[in-house]
């Protein structure tokens, strides 16, 4: 289906284990974003990817690694997951740069 | 670097009266804005949105947003809400570079609870 869509959609990890949630857009957008939705912070920038084979830190990068060896895909890796890495995942990705079109989210709950 | 802040965390109102979401940004350059809604369980979908032009913009389902320059807000309205329209509410703003692009920044949202 056309469209931006999230892999696995819920996720239970323990704390120092690697997990990579998966996004993927239809689009050949070239921007693609990963933000972080908590109650109280509304939605923090952690990377974004301006092209294949570029991308840079947002707001909150820190335990987190991502890559772009093509423009439609976009994973998010926790390197060793944190209880403060819970947190509802949302990837994106925009023609222009303005508009974003967000995918599902994935929920990820670290124990 | 800009901010957004979004004056209400939760605002209930009655089924088919007026309603008004705050929204007030800072920024030290010219600014694109947006307005998201986020129905439960779902990702983000854009409202509208203020890049240039009439400062009033419109969305397909009745909502409309002013850009104030001078204060500096992106208000969101809606002369008479619907029980369909709880959700939550996020403001957004980019900065215009003119190239680049270093996502959006968003408020913290609006809980918008339509009451029968």
């Known amino acids: 289906d056309a469209g931006i869509t999230q892999s696995p959609r819920y996720k239970i990890t323990e704390t120092g284990r690697q997990v990579t949630l998966m996004c993927h857009q239809t689009?050949?957008?070239?921007?693609m974003f990963w933000y972080r939705q908590d109650l109280g912070h509304g939605l923090r920038l952690i990377y974004y990817s301006a092209a294949a084979d570029i991308t840079d830190k947002g707001e909150v990068p820190d335990g987190y690694v991502v890559s772009r060896s093509k423009t439609e895909n976009f994973p998010l890796t926790l390197e060793s997951a944190t209880r403060s890495q819970t947190s509802v995942y949302f990837c994106?990705?925009?023609?222009?740069?303005?508009?974003?079109?967000f995918g599902q989210g994935t929920r990820l709950t670290v124990v | 670097a800009q901010s957004v802040t979004q004056l209400d965390s939760q605002v209930p109102v009655f089924e088919e009266a007026p309603v008004e979401l705050r929204c007030n940004y800072s920024?030290?350059?010219?600014?694109?804005l947006f307005w998201y809604v986020q129905y439960p369980n779902q990702g983000l979908q854009l409202l509208l949105k203020y890049l240039s032009g009439s400062t009033l913009v419109e969305s397909i389902n009745g909502f409309e947003a002013e850009f104030n320059k001078s204060q500096t807000s992106f208000h969101l309205r809606k002369p008479s809400v619907h029980i369909s329209d709880t959700a939550e509410y996020f403001c957004a703003v980019r900065e215009y570079s003119g190239g680049g692009a270093d996502g959006l920044t968003f408020g913290k949202g609006t809980h918008l609870i339509i009451q029968p």
């Open positions: 994106a990705s925009s023609l222009d740069s303005l508009e974003a079109f």
């Open positions: 920024s030290s350059v010219s600014v694109y």
């Open positions: 689009w050949s957008h070239s921007y």
